[in-house]
C-alpha cells in the first residue's frame, strides 16, 4: 500500500532556481522522512521530521510538515545540476509497531546547467 | 567504513530459479528491510526483521522469502513462484524498527533480470 502521493511527478528547473515537491499522506505518522535517489543507486536520507514538528533546515534544504492536512513538502534551494535526482517522501508508523516506512511514488528532479 | 553491502549487483536468472540477493551491514543495527522498486515508481516493502530471528510479511511478500539468522545478513531469496521478479531490489537497516523507526541506510541495489 502506497501512503505518500508526491506532487509533481516530475519537475524540470534551471540550475539556481528553487525546487518544491509536496508529499501527501493518509493516515497518521510518527516521523516523515526525505530520501535522495539518483538513478541506478541506492536512497540517501536527507532530512526527517517527526509529527510535532513543523518546520525543519538542512542546508540548502526545507522541509514543512502539516499534520491538520496530512501534507508535507520540501524546497531545495539555489537549486544545482549536482541535484538532478529523483526524491521521495517516507512515512513512519503512527501507531502500532509495525516497523514499517512507506514511501511515496517520487518526484523526478531535473536541474538543467 | 560502516554501510550496507548488497551482492551481486546484477544478477539474470532463467525462468523457474530460485536466487538469493545478499545483504550485509556493519552498523550493528537491530532492524533490516528488503524493497524492490519497478521502473518510475516508488519502494515496496517486501519483509522486515526489527531483531534477530524475526522477520514479518510487508506488502508483497508472496513469492519472497527471508532468514535473519544473524544481525549483520538479512538475505532475500526470490523464489520461482515471484511471477514477475525483474526488479530493482533495496535492502536498508536502522537503528531500530517498530514506531521508532528513523533513518534508513540504504546499499546500492540488485538488479534481477528474468530471461
Known amino acids: 500500500s502506497q501512503q505518500g502521493e508526491e506532487d509533481p511527478q516530475a519537475l524540470s528547473i534551471q540550475e539556481g532556481e528553487n525546487a518544491t515537491m509536496n508529499c501527501s499522506y493518509k493516515?497518521?505518522?510518527?516521523?516523515l522522512q526525505w530520501y535522495r535517489q539518483n538513478s541506478g543507486r541506492g536512497l540517501v536520507h536527507l532530512i526527517l521530521?517527526?509529527?510535532?514538528?513543523r518546520e525543519k533546515h538542512s542546508g540548502r534544504l526545507r522541509v514543512t510538515l502539516d499534520t491538520s492536512k496530512k501534507s508535507s513538502s520540501l524546497l531545495i534551494t539555489a537549486s544545482r545540476a549536482a541535484d538532478t535526482a529523483s526524491y521521495f517522501c517516507?512515512?513512519?508508523?503512527?501507531?502500532?509497531?509495525?516497523?514499517?516506512?512507506?514511501f511515496g511514488q517520487g518526484t523526478t528532479l531535473q536541474v538543467k546547467p | 567504513d560502516g554501510g550496507i553491502t548488497q551482492s551481486p549487483k546484477y544478477l539474470f536468472r532463467k525462468e523457474g530459479q530460485n536466487v538469493t540477493l545478499s545483504c550485509e551491514q556493519n552498523?550493528?543495527?537491530?532492524?533490516m528491510y528488503w524493497y524492490r522498486q519497478d521502473p518510475g515508481q516508488g519502494l515496496r516493502l517486501i519483509y522486515y526483521?526489527?531483531?534477530?530471528?524475526?522477520?514479518q510479511k510487508g506488502d508483497i511478500a508472496e513469492g519472497y522469502s527471508v532468514s535473519r539468522e544473524k544481525k549483520e545478513s538479512f538475505p532475500l531469496t526470490v523464489t520461482s513462484a515471484q511471477k514477475n521478479p525483474t526488479a530493482f531490489y533495496l535492502c536498508?537497516?536502522?537503528?531500530?524498527?517498530?514506531?521508532?523507526?528513523?533513518?534508513?541506510?540504504f546499499g546500492e541495489g540488485s538488479r534481477l533480470t528474468v530471461l
Open positions: 536498508a537497516s536502522s537503528v531500530a524498527g517498530g514506531t521508532n523507526t528513523g533513518e534508513l541506510f
Open positions: 493516515t497518521s505518522i510518527n516521523n
Open positions: 521530521i517527526r509529527s510535532n514538528e
Open positions: 517516507a512515512t513512519g508508523p503512527g501507531s502500532g509497531n509495525t516497523g514499517k516506512l512507506i
Open positions: 552498523l550493528n543495527h537491530d532492524a
Open positions: 526483521s526489527q531483531i534477530v530471528n524475526d522477520f
